[in-house]
């Protein structure tokens, strides 16, 4: 693990051994900051991050850095996310420099998801680098003080750097190596998409365990609780990646009118208690799409309360 200190809460709490807790929150399609401050209200105290996506799925959404301010404002630490979909290297440096000047010390490095998927599908992408690029970019300017073109910089920012994994997609078999190459390029932290597929994540854990990346970096669970019959055939059915077992859809359909979501966030609670257990899992990323009132709830029943202070 990198001996290094940025300053973050999130990285504190992993260094000293506890099982992190982080949570998620999706800017507004506008500008109004009511909207982002309720979410807030939920979240504080709930997670020791909030990861502040980056317009995800492709749709316009209040900037990351812009929206992750506002969450310091709120007394949250902000996890920033930064695709490489819409920016070339000169845009990406100036706003990690702006993102630390102003307190933010987590950032998640993405690819980001194409724009035919989103509300711009005729928008040009960027992909000037990289997600692997991008992760060594912010790691060199971090730790050598330099820009991509080699010139110092003025003062570091000294980000604790994170990565995305999704254990599902196909081939399976590179699906580990390619987790193993973002952590050579300086992940410091990797956070999962929503895993539901138990077995198949174990055994993508045991791999990364028996190659030594969880010593290395630490590797948060992802965890999105099923609300309905509806999204889990969506999920298991549109979304690119995604592993939702027939048996999961059955439980939730057998749960009976009424008690679907009940049974969704249970699935959530039977899994991070799962994760606890499981080897190589330094703690869980709890993406609660537009459910943030539901974090409180399911922290406690989880045994995710109180949040360590340090």
């Known amino acids: 693990m990198s001996e290094f200190k940025s300053g973050s809460n999130l990285e504190k709490v992993l260094k000293a051994g506890h099982f992190a807790f982080t949570g998620e929150c999706g800017p507004p399609q506008g500008a109004n900051l009511e909207v982002l401050k309720e979410k807030a209200r939920h979240l504080k105290g709930c997670v020791d991050a909030v990861n502040v996506t980056d317009n995800q799925t492709a749709v316009v959404r209040m900037s990351s850095w812009a929206a992750s301010l506002v969450l310091i404002q709120e007394g949250l630490e902000p996890n920033y996310q930064m695709v490489c979909r819409d920016r070339n290297r000169l845009a990406m440096q100036s706003d990690i420099l702006g993102a630390y000047a102003h307190g933010i010390r987590n950032m998640l490095c993405l690819s980001g998801d194409h724009q035919k998927f ?39 920012p000294r980000m604790f750097i994170g990565a995305a994994s999704n254990p599902f997609a196909d081939p399976f078999e590179f699906r580990v190596h390619r987790l193993a190459k973002k952590v050579a390029a300086g992940a410091d932290f990797i956070q999962t998409q929503c895993i539901y597929n138990m077995p198949k994540f174990k055994e993508f854990m045991k791999q990364a365990v028996d190659m030594g990346l969880t010593e290395k970096c630490y590797l948060l669970a992802g ?34 009118k009424g008690k679907v979501a009940e049974e969704g966030i249970k699935f959530a609670l039977e899994q991070i208690e799962e994760f606890r257990e499981m080897e190589g899992v330094a703690g869980v990323h709890l993406m609660a799409i537009e459910w943030e009132h539901r974090v409180p709830e399911i922290a406690e029943r989880a045994g995710m309360l109180p949040r360590p202070q340090i």
């Open 118 to 156: 989103g509300n711009h599908p005729e928008s040009k992408n960027v992909f000037d680098i990289d997600s692997m690029q991008l992760i060594h970019m912010v790691k060199e300017m971090r730790d050598q003080g330099v820009f991509l073109n080699g010139q110092e910089i003025d003062e570091a």
């Open 223 to 256: 965890v999105t609780p099923m609300k309905s019959v509806g999204m889990a055939r969506y999920m298991a059915t549109q979304v690119p990646g995604m592993d939702v077992p027939d048996e999961l859809i059955k439980r939730l359909k057998g749960a009976g």
